[in-house]
Nanobody, 124 residues
């Protein structure tokens, strides 16, 4: 069992940066790949980025490449999402999730554990 808690969201202006954190409980956290997803009002939850269990490999949605960076610190049971040059289109609730090991990384069905989300609002 893994419990995830996101933090770091807020109300920012276009061009600002944010660093989201995903803190996990459970000593087996390092065994899980972790993904970040986001969901804007009226939209489906979409894949943003993912990182392998030991942080050696990262994956990004095409729409965020170059602005988003995912990283992890397994000693602190935490995964981060650095977001630079924020745009109003980045406004959404951001969720982290621990992967179950089955299914493609970009699919919500591949993740067994989810946090409650953190709101990011970007004003123009």
């Amino acid at each position: 069992q893994v419990q995830l808690v996101e933090s770091g969201g807020g109300l920012v202006q276009t061009g600002d940066s944010l660093r989201l954190s995903c803190a996990a409980s459970g000593r087996t956290f390092r065994n899980y790949a972790v993904g970040w997803f986001r969901q804007a009002p009226g939209n489906e939850r979409e894949f943003v980025a993912a990182i392998s269990s030991y942080g050696l490999t990262t994956y990004y949605a095409d729409s965020v490449k170059g602005r988003f960076t995912i990283s992890r610190d397994n000693a602190k049971n935490t995964v981060f999402l650095q977001i630079n040059d924020l745009k109003p289109s980045d406004t959404a609730v951001y969720y982290c999730a621990a992967r179950s090991g089955i299914g493609p990384l970009h699919s919500t069905s591949a993740y067994a554990y989810w946090g409650q989300g953190t709101q990011v609002t970007v004003s123009s």
